[in-house]
């Protein structure tokens, strides 16, 4: 366990065919020592952990009460009122000659023959 490059030289040799060394004692310990020491590293952070949620729950009970900590105005929104509904839809007036179909154009040639 105190010594890390022999663990992970084991480990390394252990990982390479996994089944095969499934029984092996020096392996079985190799791997204890690695989780043991993976342990003992993630304890130790916990204060630092700690410390760090403490300063995110800090900060969140900041913003939490829906002031800005940095004394900005907030944007006032008074109650929408939805638009009314006074539409009126006038159909169109249509004269017959504004519909009329115009005649193809006809030259002069065309009506002398």
């Not at 109650?79 to 539409?87: D, I, K, M, Q």
């Amino acid at each position: 366990m105190e010594d890390g490059l022999a663990r992970d030289g084991v480990l390394t040799r252990c990982n390479q065919d996994r089944d095969a060394t499934l029984t092996d004692a020096e392996c079985a310990n190799a791997r204890r020592a690695a989780a043991a020491v993976a342990l003992e590293a993630e304890r130790a952070r916990e204060p630092e952990l700690e410390r760090a949620s403490e300063v995110k729950l800090a900060a969140f009970d900041v913003y939490a009460d829906g002031s800005d900590p940095l004394g900005r105005r907030a944007l006032e929104i008074e109650a929408a009122v939805p638009p009314t509904n006074n539409l009126e839809i006038q159909s169109p007036q249509l004269v017959l000659t504004d519909l009329a179909i115009p005649r193809p154009l006809r030259s002069d040639d065309a009506v002398q023959q």
